[in-house]
């Protein structure tokens, strides 16, 4: 069976951005927010805008999980998610996560939930996302015994061919530098969620998002509170950030 490398993150992380980078590398098979389906179909447990199901996705844990793992017979996989999607599932399943590269990606909660609100205004603490990844960070590293990687977003915009570097030697793949380019536009994988996305689909690379944010902290006291709420969990994981790789960047 081949390799699968997870990004576990939280919403409004350039997430999609490093995905779209495995999608221009064109070694692994993507998939994007797969577990999506269980937290907002099949469960429902919250609303959320621009959503576009595919009725021929499969909805329950154990579906996605397994069409992701057949995936894995034919070539190495990337799945992009959000722990929140499917913690208490990922949990129960230490088999699954023991058989895949799982890593880390962050971004500072100031700029994220403001981020988040813009795109989301009725978002909520829960689905911010970032106590569920400190918890399932904690879970696999007791589980391996070893330091997932967690990539910084800051890092990632501000020197892209470095981070990704540190990044694919910590996975242990070879690292493609014509994979942080790419040409503009949307993705078949992102129809479900495009309107989450129209940053990375007008991007040709890695690029700091534009802090053009629809509300401010002044305006919405109560999303301040859910940055106080992040950080902790965001400092958690920061600890643990891998540097750049310094001969990528020169």
């Known amino acids: 069976m081949h390799t699968s ?3 576990w993150s939280h919403p409004r992380s350039m997430s999609t951005a490093l995905e779209r980078s495995f999608m221009e590398r064109g070694d692994f098979k993507v998939f994007h927010e797969a577990f999506a389906y269980v937290f907002f179909m099949h469960e429902e447990r919250a609303e959320i805008p621009h959503k576009n199901p595919d009725p021929d996705h499969p909805r329950t844990y154990p579906d996605v999980r397994d069409m992701m793992e057949r995936a894995r017979l034919e070539r190495p996989v990337f ?10 599932h990922l949990l129960a399943d230490p088999e699954y996560l023991l058989g895949q590269v ?17 795109v989301h205004p009725g ?13 399932l960070f904690d879970a696999v590293r007791e589980l391996t015994g070893t330091t997932p990687a967690v990539i910084n977003a800051a890092d ?12 694919c030697d910590a996975v242990g793949i070879p690292f493609m530098p014509e994979a942080l380019t790419w040409s503009a536009g ?12 129209t940053d ?3 991007s040709s690379g890695f690029q700091r998002p534009e802090r053009k944010y629809r509300f401010s902290y002044d305006e919405k006291p109560h999303l301040r509170e859910f940055a106080d709420y992040c950080r902790p969990y965001y400092d958690h994981l920061d600890q643990f950030r891998i540097q750049p790789a310094l001969e990528a960047a020169q």
């Not at 479900?192 to 996305?197: L, R």
Request: charged share 25%.
């Open 102 to 118: 799982n890593t880390f990606l962050i971004r500072d909660p100031e700029e994220a939930v403001l981020s988040h609100a813009t």
């Open 156 to 167: 990632l915009a501000r020197d892209p061919d470095g981070t990704i570097a540190a990044y």
């Open 200 to 202: 990375v689909t007008s």
């Open 123 to 135: 978002v909520t603490r829960e689905v911010l996302g970032y106590r569920q990844l400190a918890r």
């Open 186 to 197: 949307e993705r078949a994988e992102w129809t479900t969620w495009s309107g989450w996305h």
């Open 5 to 7: 490398v997870a990004l």
């Open 79 to 88: 799945h992009k998610d959000f722990p929140y999607h499917a913690l208490d």
